[in-house]
């Protein structure tokens, strides 16, 4: 297997390439990637070496599409040390509520928000404290249902690094409601920048965890990091439970949840200080999770003219029950 | 425009039909139901046309397929009486939390678990707690983003009433952690029975509301109604605010969230006491919204191994940060 990447040609046209030696070679045809994985593998072979031909394409100078568009994804919360860090500065006694521990819970994201590595960022309208969470997305290869965790790695296709962009003050007026986030996340996710197969990343397994190095940077200074063995749930797990009882489809996304120290308010939760700040337009962020690669955007004006709706219009009386 | 509806054959083709007087009359081609609404004016009227020379299905004879697809299905919770119920049994003072006023909040659901009026609802495992939710849905015409209130209305193909099953027991323990349901709300939802144009409800308009009775029925005995009119926010505000700086595609669900008594666990929460009793198997819950249609699902056995992952694995300690 390899790592699979689409990336927009001079034409405009998206390619997909593997990616050898820092190099893109296009596999001829462009498959989608999880149509180039579900085929059959003496097909993925023949074109592994007939696109080794092709003329090769430095990363570097390569505009990237997103690896694949998912129908659904989910974001779950599996490293104890960023929900312990986060809870420090949210209602309740600061510590991990007990009902965390049982069961990996998620919530589902807007899967029309997601980006390639590259892409700009625009700044959203109405916030103050723009922030990034470093996450790894696992890529679903078949549409499954009530996995058990036996099979489950054979459904795996591959993995991403995922940047879940957030707008920490709207959030969490949002999370006041009970409901968890609406468009304090719903703008804007990095998935990239590639998808990496799961058999090359054997020299890091341990256990049913992947032993991989994650950091994230503001303008080229390390602001957090991580290492994806930390995870309190394996990836296995965590499709065991999104699938029980529930259709998991083919190209969907289900993200770790941000690694500790992979977000600025985790910092902020931990000592009560905006430091360091909010994202600001220029600021530049970089992921790198070891075997995974690295995915980068840069914040922009805001290209939101930000329209607005009035407050709810009362229906509620005594009278009325 | 009409109202039109997605069927499925005897050859188990699914079949695109308009509702005329009680009967599915098929429409040459089966297109999308998108497709049809966003193609030339001129070619629908004459599959109209053609479609009422068709032999006619009356629609109790049906077997109903859902009307469209979402990607992304978002569900709000514009019901004010709805929240002000369900708070009295929620940690905190009581009260709606007053961010609640500020903007329709909304959460994203499982775009794959969406059935048709009819299908079987299997008892999830783990739950004593079965519960419904009465809303109506709005499904988007066009993919847009940062739509200004006055061209709201024109992305709007039409409407469905929804039923967003809940098992309560466990959207309970998850709504601990913070972010909203998960599991507790990822295996069903009924979208249904067909889509009805917004000019078929030009009747029931007041200013920008739709005055429509709602109901919901187990096993035949009415255990909740409100009017639709009662929105907080309304179609057009809940797009507005949707699309603000983030896609909102063709084919999406905007869910208006539960009407006040449209579930058992706002009855719960207000007295106290589990009357009505949760859903059991072999119960059938019916709904209808004026001017929309009636959906209907029986709930049956589990169908799910509830296949369980064990407790988080301890990752953090105090030599850690």
């Known amino acids: 297997m390899a790592q699979y990447a689409r990336y927009v040609g001079p034409n405009g046209i998206i390619h997909t390439g593997r990616v050898q030696h820092g190099k893109l070679q296009d596999i001829p045809g ?22 080794g031909r092709q003329q090769k394409l430095p990363i570097q100078d390569a505009t ?24 420090k500065n949210e209602p309740g006694d600061g510590s991990v509520p007990p009902q965390w521990y049982e069961a990996p819970a998620f919530l589902f994201m807007n899967p029309w928000s997601v980006l390639p590595t590259g892409a700009d960022i625009p700044m959203p309208p109405f916030t103050q404290k723009l922030d990034f969470e470093l996450e790894v997305a696992m890529i679903v290869k078949h549409t499954v249902r009530d996995v058990p965790i036996e099979e489950a790695a054979e459904h795996i296709a591959g993995f991403c690094i995922f940047n879940d962009w ?5 959030q969490g007026n949002e999370m006041r409601i009970g409901l968890g986030p609406s468009k304090g996340k719903d703008f804007a996710n990095t998935l990239g920048p590639w998808l990496t197969t799961p058999d090359e990343l054997e020299q890091y397994r341990e ?12 303008n080229g200074e390390v602001v957090g990091t991580d290492n994806l063995r930390n995870m309190s749930w394996s990836f296995e797990e965590m499709l065991v439970h999104a699938s029980r009882d529930a259709w998991v489809g083919a190209g969907d996304v289900l993200a770790t949840g941000t690694a500790s120290t992979g977000a600025l308010s985790e910092r902020w939760a931990r000592s009560g200080q905006l430091t360091p700040p909010p994202l600001q337009v220029g600021d530049v962020v970089t992921m790198t999770v070891e075997g ?15 329209h607005t709706v009035p407050p709810a219009r009362r229906t509620y009386g005594p009278d009325r029950l």
């Open 30 to 51: 462009d498959p989608e990637i999880l149509d180039l994985l579900n085929g059959p593998a003496d097909v993925r072979r023949d074109l592994d070496v007939r696109a």
């Open 64 to 87: 990237f599409a997103v690896p694949v568009q998912p129908r659904a994804m989910r974001d779950f919360l599996v490293f104890e040390a960023h929900i312990a860090g986060m809870k």
């Open 166 to 170: 957030s707008a920490r003050d709207i």
């Open 207 to 218: 256990d049913d965890r992947y032993a991989l190095e994650m950091s994230v940077a503001i």
């Open 292 to 306: 995974l690669g690295t995915i980068e955007n840069r914040i922009v004006e805001t290209a939101s003219p930000g």
